[in-house]
């Protein structure tokens, strides 16, 4: 069945709020943003919510969506933040390769031996919490404690999504030179 | 002054002790642990405003952290 949409609210710059009405997702509340203005990649273009969950006015929705912003923003370096306002996406680095967060579901995982993965990973639960809440929920974890997000993201490398823990490249330390003769 | 930050649907719930208020210092604790152990939520402190780079995983309430964000467990997606 697909579902009837009903506009919830306009958010200046940034789309559409609708409501889902009927088929699956009943209930949901949807950002829609048009083509032009969204860098977003893959299956995710804005925040999906479980019903009863979300604030329940678009003021409020909007409310939300700044708070999480302000906050991510300020976690960010100066090159994060640079990439974050431009692209919607920002790499972070860890002891074992960066992670690209900002398409949900969709994390791409380059490792220090050259070798690219597809990640997904999010905070249990996350249908309630605005976008920006996700990332630097995600981001934290990747930045404090690597290990324990590597150990229970799943990932995919082709078409075939595997459990976790993610195959990582342990840190090779760079061993001076001692032997060498001079 | 400190302020416990908790990610949630309003984007977060800001929660401000004084640590010269034994009382806002108390209740702050009191919230830190409920937190923690009941919600199994994650706690990172960090000195105010500064990026993810200063930001370190605590156990413990401490009333000298000038801000604490309680994050959510991750899981595979």
Known sequence: MIPR??????????GTVVSLVGGTYDGYEVLHIPRRASSWR?????????????????????????????????????????????HRHFWVSTPYGEVELGTVSNLTFRRNDGRSLVLCALPEPWS???????????LLKLRVSPEEFFAVANYREGST??????????VVPVVPASGVRA | MGTIRILDSSGDTAVAWDITDT????????????????????????PLGASSDTAV????????AEEILFVRPIAGG
Do not use: H, Y
């Open chain 1, 42 to 86: 893959g299956s995710r273009r804005g925040p999906l919510r479980g019903p009863g969950r979300a604030p329940a006015d678009g003021a409020a929705l909007v409310a939300a969506m700044g708070r999480a912003e302000e906050l991510l923003v300020s976690l960010l370096d100066p090159g994060q933040k640079r990439d974050w306002t431009r």
């Open chain 2, 23 to 46: 009382e806002t210092v108390r209740a702050a604790e009191e919230l830190f642990r409920r937190l923690m152990v009941t919600d199994k939520k994650i706690p990172f402190a960090r």
């Open chain 1, 161 to 170: 999504w595997r459990r976790g823990p993610v195959p990582v490249v342990p």
């Open chain 1, 128 to 138: 309630d919490l605005p976008d920006a809440d996700i990332w630097t929920n995600l």
């Open chain 2, 57 to 64: 995983q605590i156990d413990e309430f401490d009333p000298r």
């Open chain 1, 5 to 14: 949409l009903e506009v919830v609210d306009e958010i200046d710059g940034r």
